[in-house]
């Protein structure tokens, strides 16, 4: 019998203080994420209110987004090196720090063009935080919580992620940009803060799994351990496959993100920004509800089922404002888009930590991020482009055309009822 000591060193979870730990990265989850949803409310209503122009406005979430395209890889290699806990811990600091530069621009009323541009860095460092915070949670999981418990853990961590993120942090969003953006600023950097104090306070977890032949060297090593979660993610088929549906649909999201404030607060719908912030609440609420039953549903259903639902709920999401400029449509679609969200995140998460070797669970979830976020840059820049050409609806309706296009390969490759298989 291992010692907690032992178990900790063999990333095993200790079960006797396992609820204790996890209710302690669950804190700091939440709170972090209180502060990402904040983020997400902040950056395309700041921008809307330094600028005029739609393609500026949505260069602003394409550079939240452009760090996902690069940054993971590395990130995956350094979660699986160094200790993970240390990582979100300086990296929930990094983005309070940001935060008080932009905070300190707008104090001092630097102009629009200064604080634009200073939006647009920050932007990007949050984006390499959230990174960081989001793969070394992932992989820190299985470090706290028994096996047979992951879908359980999961569905509480990505349940509060969506509950804080969108649910109370966009609409908390709108209304502190309404009462002034340095209110939302200041209010998500504290919150960044409160989850590096929440993380100092956990203990029992794992120390870094990867051993002296994974770090890099002088002999070459260190490129193939950074492209080692590729590899492995490449050679299993359903893997693979979810990946690129991922890459698809994380770039149609972005873009529908991208393009939904210009319309929904510049253009037909005419929402305040407290009533965007409250749009947004829809899709948190759904991934809510989908995120609570999805353990049961997958034992039930099994995957294939699963993913299939949220494939068809997020086509009615990024198509309905193709269509229609009313507002119930739209809050209704994003309410569907949220609940297939929400199964997703959790069925995905949960056969991925059990597909993927403890040891090299941060490589491939970098990997992943890397790939299947990739698209998110490409989606916002593109979504810059037509909207400038053609206005936004033409964008809503090829996002949800390319979305529906992914259910092809995912009933061509995933069984009926299956997984994928479990690793040995």
């Known amino acids: 019998m291992l010692t907690p000591a032992a178990q900790r060193r063999s990333g095993r979870p200790d079960q006797r203080a396992g609820g204790r730990v996890f209710a302690r990265l669950w804190a700091a989850t939440a709170s972090a994420n209180l502060g990402d949803g904040l983020v997400m409310a902040l950056i395309p209503l700041l921008a809307v209110h330094l600028t005029a122009s739609s393609g500026l406005v949505a260069g602003a979430k394409l550079a939240h987004t452009l760090p996902w395209a690069v940054a993971p890889l590395l990130v995956g290699l350094l979660v699986d090196s160094m200790d993970r806990r240390r990582l979100i811990i300086f990296f929930h600091l990094f983005r309070a720090v940001a935060l008080s530069a932009l905070l300190a621009a707008l104090l001092l009323d630097a102009g629009a063009f200064f604080a634009l541009c200073l939006l647009y860095l920050v932007a990007l460092c949050l984006a390499v935080g959230e990174s960081v915070a989001d793969i070394a949670t992932t992989a820190l999981v299985p470090s706290v919580v028994p096996r047979h418990r992951l879908e359980w853990a999961n569905s509480w961590i990505r349940g509060t992620e969506s509950v804080l993120n969108e649910f109370v ?144 709920a997020c086509v009615v999401m990024l198509g309905t404002p193709a269509v229609s400029a009313g507002i119930a449509p739209i809050a209704c679609a994003t309410f569907l888009g949220g609940v297939g969200s929400g199964l997703w995140n959790v069925v995905v998460i949960s056969l991925r930590q059990r597909l993927v070797p403890h040891d090299q669970l941060g490589r491939v979830s970098g990997a992943i991020r890397s790939l299947g976020w990739g698209g998110m840059p490409l989606g916002a820049a593109l979504a810059a482009g037509l909207t400038e050409l053609t206005g936004p609806r033409p964008v809503f309706a090829t996002a949800a055309l390319l979305t529906a296009l992914t259910l092809i390969p995912l009933l061509r490759v995933l069984p009926p009822g299956g997984t994928g298989g479990e690793r040995p």
């Open 169 to 312: 942090g966009l609409p908390l969003g709108g209304l502190l940009i309404a009462a002034g953006p340095a209110w939302a600023v200041g209010g998500a950097g504290g919150l960044y803060l409160v989850a590096a104090a929440a993380m100092v306070m956990l203990h029992g977890t794992s120390q870094p799994v990867a051993q002296a032949s994974h770090r890099p060297d002088a002999n070459g090593r260190g490129r193939h351990q950074l492209t080692a979660g590729v590899r492995l993610l490449w050679r299993n088929r359903p893997l693979r496959t979810l990946t690129l549906m991922s890459t698809v649909m994380a770039g149609c999201w972005s873009a529908w993100l991208a393009v939904l404030v210009v319309y929904t607060v510049q253009g037909p719908v005419g929402l305040s920004p407290a009533g965007y912030g409250l749009l947004l609440t829809a899709l948190g609420a759904g991934a809510v509800i989908g995120a609570a039953p999805a353990p049961r549903l997958a034992r039930a259903l099994g995957v294939r089922p699963i993913l299939a639902a949220d494939v068809v």
